[in-house]
């Protein structure tokens, strides 16, 4: 039945037409055929007609939550010794399972065809090359395979299986076990003759016997308050890279790696082969890990020697030829510059990026052992400069292509790596050479391209102190000029942290809910140079939030802005700077969201893994009498009976990194108070939730806060 005249039009033109060729058409047949096709036209257009008005409009789908689900992650891009393939991981998250599924995809770079190498392996990372190009190693958990160790009978990976090194021919077959380590293997490496593997792992619980008695008290020093056990050191061992008996070459009560590492230093085999160097820390906790060295130990065994005595010096890398090396070390040992990269030989090293003066991010040799490629974020942009030992950097052209740490250079002096733009996440690029243009070899999230998305640009004001500063801000995707938007403030964390213009989901959620969004770098942000990082030292909350709110008024200054509707959020220093500007410029919120937000300095000191980390920040200790007032006053708790916005407090219950009992005080402040507030723990150990069922959760929460106080 016809519900309205302009719907029975489409069948009133059938009947007609039909009626016409009946009666009226030419029956020969060539007369016949046009008849048919005459009909299929009519049909076809009629039924375009009766096509509901808002089908035949509509719009491609926004970006949203389920989306999540669907993206792919991308990293360790290793391009093979020639620049003929790439190998990475794929992880791609499994909702019903709420685990990564990984594998590793071999991308041949001429024609960006790819295969598996692997299936069913978990924990996948590490991917190296051997030097001939012919092997490819890497850390996965283990499976209690037989096959994989020769050993019959092996229960390695029954009750709690750990990472191991694993060596896969590119002639074909599974990847092989070479390592054996009951406690797993953190980081390794290939010989320069590829004979030998040298990696790291954890030594047994120290009094193991009398641990499994109960007898298992420990001495609290450097640990954070989820420690349940004193932790044993990481060595250096030796074994060959096609399996066998290990040989241990160091020993003691230092580490070469920490608790909290988040990329353990791999240990560096000098040219010849003779000895390996490798970063040492005092023990295997965090806290102290600011006071590393490199030290250097004979493959024949003996004691280590001090190769780098500097404090801060790590990630310590031979050159490809000859016996330079290169290591990254805050500029001037200050820790509140940015990482610095030092290149030299023996006794003669120099900050080789002394006239950039900013923080880099990652570095690497490039083939003929002249330059260094660099990856560090410039304003809002992510980039490479080309670094000669000796002159200036050249920035990289990369076409609008946001690089990032994760790359790797062939010895034809190729560069694989992963990068984004403003609205396509992560894909793996090659570049040819320093200056090619970057290819794009995979297109694992093409499915963005067919969404709607909200328009990412940059924004630059002038801050306080002098500094010029800048963000990113993110329009509604149905943005109309003339209009006003609800806005919501995203600030990253860190602090040593930045915000640019790659594609970003949590920024592009809020656009799809019709929101603006705006992203502000302030103090402490490594994107714009030493002096600017260095700015936060005994100025954490004062005088970055002064800088947010410079940025925020630049941003209304564009008339683009519902001033009655501005909501600020964050995570980890983001949540910091969300309860510090909620306090102390009260009146600016209509809702905010602080997830795991440091609120108190005295008690992240106390319990938290950072310890020494922040007394950087502040110059000495709370607890003495000249520095007592500054970590109390620079700590948002002190004004939490000024906020006024409804707050949605987030954070996981174990996160050793600001740990959970921050937001347990800023909950019962506010509460106590009178203010609007919910408070939502996750039973993760984590400073943000790492699987997607969780981390969909927090933005859900997030989202639904802002629309629910400023819609």
């Known amino acids: 039945m016809c519900r309205n005249a302009a719907s029975c039009i489409p069948g009133l033109l059938v009947f007609a037409f039909g009626l016409y060729w009946k009666l009226f058409w030419p029956r020969n047949s060539f007369m016949t055929m046009l008849r048919y096709l005459f009909l299929a036209a009519t049909v076809t257009f009629v039924v375009s007609l009766s096509a509901p008005v808002h089908a035949r409009s509509a719009k491609p789908a926004q970006f949203q939550l389920g989306d999540l689900r669907k993206l792919v992650r991308l990293g360790e891009p290793r391009i093979s010794p020639d620049g003929k393939r790439v190998a990475l991981v794929v992880s791609t998250p499994n909702w019903k399972t709420d685990k990564d599924e990984q594998h590793i995809e071999l991308v041949d770079v001429a024609t960006g065809k790819a295969r598996s190498l692997t299936w069913h392996r978990r924990q996948i990372g590490s991917l190296r090359w051997s030097h001939d190009g012919a092997r490819l190693a890497f850390l996965a958990q283990s499976q209690a395979m037989p096959s994989e160790s020769g050993k019959a009978g092996d229960k390695s990976g029954d009750a709690d299986p750990k990472r191991q090194v694993f060596v896969m021919s590119m002639r074909g077959g599974d990847a092989r076990r070479v390592t054996d380590a009951k406690r797993g293997v953190t ?334 770098n302030y103090r402490g942000s490594i994107n714009l140079g030493d002096a600017y990082q260095h700015a936060i030292y005994r100025d954490t909350g004062k005088g970055p939030g002064e800088d947010v709110m410079a940025g925020l008024n630049a941003v209304k200054k564009l008339g683009i802005v519902d001033g009655d509707r501005i909501g600020v959020s964050g995570w980890s220093y983001g949540g910091y700077m969300t309860t510090w500007l909620s306090g102390h410029y009260p009146s600016a919120w209509k809702a905010a969201v602080a997830g795991a937000s440091l609120t108190d300095w005295v008690m992240d000191y106390t319990i938290s893994y950072y310890q020494t980390g922040d007394l950087y920040f502040f110059g000495g200790s709370p607890w003495t009498a000249k520095y007592h007032d500054i970590w109390r006053k620079q700590s948002p708790i002190a004004a939490a009976s000024r906020v006024k916005a409804p707050t949605l407090i987030m954070g996981d219950v174990g996160d050793p990194n600001v740990p959970l009992v921050n937001s347990y005080e800023w909950y019962h402040a506010l509460r106590d108070h009178g203010v609007k507030v919910k408070f939502i723990a996750y039973p993760a150990d984590t400073h943000f939730p790492p699987d997607i069922v969780r981390q969909t959760d927090v933005y859900r929460r997030w989202i639904g806060w802002m629309k629910t106080y400023l819609k």
């Open 187 to 520: 980081s390794f490496s290939w010989s320069p003759n590829d004979r030998r593997i040298a990696y790291l792992t954890r030594d047994a619980p120290v009094h193991a016997k009398a641990i499994k008695h109960h007898d298992d008290a420990f001495e609290v020093t450097d640990g954070n308050f989820q420690l349940r056990k004193a932790l044993a050191p990481t060595h250096l061992w030796v074994v060959a890279s096609d399996g066998g008996k290990a040989k241990r070459l160091t020993h003691g009560s230092y580490s070469l790696s920490t608790d909290q590492q988040d990329v353990t230093p791999e240990p560096a085999w000098s040219n010849d082969g003779k000895t390996i160097a490798f970063t040492r820390f005092p023990g295997p906790y965090w806290g102290p890990s600011y006071k590393s060295v490199v030290d250097e130990v004979s493959v024949d065994g003996g004691p280590p020697h001090k190769l780098v005595p500097a404090e801060g010096a790590a990630d310590m890398r031979y050159a490809p030829h000859g016996d330079r090396y290169a290591f990254m070390r805050p500029r001037g040992g200050d820790q509140n510059n940015g990482f610095a990269v030092y290149a030299g030989s023996r006794g003669t090293t120099s900050d080789v990026t002394a006239d950039l003066a900013r923080n880099i991010n990652a570095y690497a040799w490039m083939s003929r052992g002249k330059d260094l490629l660099l990856e560090g974020d410039k304003g809002t942009h992510a980039v490479f400069w080309l670094q000669p030992l000796h002159g200036p950097a050249q920035q990289l052209d990369l076409h609008g292509v946001q690089a990032s740490a994760a790359f790797s250079v062939a010895n034809d002096g190729s560069i694989a790596f992963v990068g984004s733009t403003a609205s396509h996440p992560g894909e793996l690029y090659v570049m040819r050479s320093s200056r090619a243009k970057p290819q794009q070899l995979t297109h694992v999230n093409a499915f963005v391209d067919h969404l709607r998305l909200g328009r990412t640009t940059s924004i630059e004001w002038n801050g306080p102190d002098g500094f010029h500063e800048d963000g990113v801000l993110t329009y509604p995707v149905d943005f109309q000029k003339g209009h006003t938007y609800p806005l919501v403030l995203v600030i990253h964390g860190g602090p040593e942290g930045a915000s640019g213009i790659g594609f970003s989901s949590l920024p592009q959620l809020l656009a799809a809910s019709g929101f603006l969004v705006f992203q502000p």
